[in-house]
């Protein structure tokens, strides 16, 4: 991030933090809906962390830090939204890092919705790990600093939510390999 863009933005000119905002948000929302697994919640998490960010933006004392520091704000909101106990309903919506790349996209759909079933089992702790680490490609170090916990967790995190993913792969894979058996 444009460390001038965040230094005009703390001293309140809204023309640049709106530059941040626009330069941030979809990969913000994008970050959520990867953790919350619902798009309603996901619109919420990043509203919240986006008036976080406004809000306690003149407080932050190092600009280079800024992206951390507004994953961290953006992690604390989607805890607070995982919270709420919504009933879920499927919403679908293909986000632009999520299309096919290839012409035959039904194993790919079928993947998919298999690794959905699979995230939505762990807990938000776990999923915040796997998609920091994974989809940010963020090392495990700097992942700790952006939840504010030690390393060691970091790393029991990511190898629980591994193993509950493969855990939970495998037994959506049973029934179907019974019923090829019957």
């Excluded at 001038?4 to 959520?32: I, K, N, P, W, Y």
């Excluded at 992690?75 to 919504?86: I, M, N, P």
Aim: aromatic share 4%; glycine share 4%.
């Amino acid at each position: 991030m444009d460390t001038d863009l965040v230094t005009r933005a703390q001293r309140g000119d809204e023309e640049a933090f709106a530059s941040l905002a626009v330069a941030m948000g979809d990969r913000l929302h994008a970050l959520s809906h990867r953790i919350l697994r619902d798009i309603d919640l996901a619109e919420d998490a990043t509203q919240q962390a986006l008036l976080a960010i406004w809000r306690d933006l003149p407080q932050l004392r190092d600009p280079a830090r800024f992206d951390a520091w507004s994953y961290r704000l953006l992690l604390r909101a989607c805890y607070a939204e995982g919270r709420r106990k919504r009933q879920w309903a499927p919403n679908l919506r293909i986000l632009p890092a999520d299309e096919p790349s290839g012409p035959d996209a039904t194993g790919s759909v079928h993947d998919r919705d298999q690794l959905e079933r699979g995230f939505r089992r762990l807990s938000i702790d776990h999923r915040a790990v796997v998609v920091l680490h994974h989809y940010l490609d963020l090392p495990l170090e700097q992942v700790a600093e952006i939840l504010g916990v030690p390393l060691g967790t970091v790393r029991s995190r990511l190898l629980h939510a591994m193993r509950g993913l493969r855990a939970a792969l495998d037994a959506d894979a049973r029934p179907a390999q019974q019923e090829a058996v019957r």
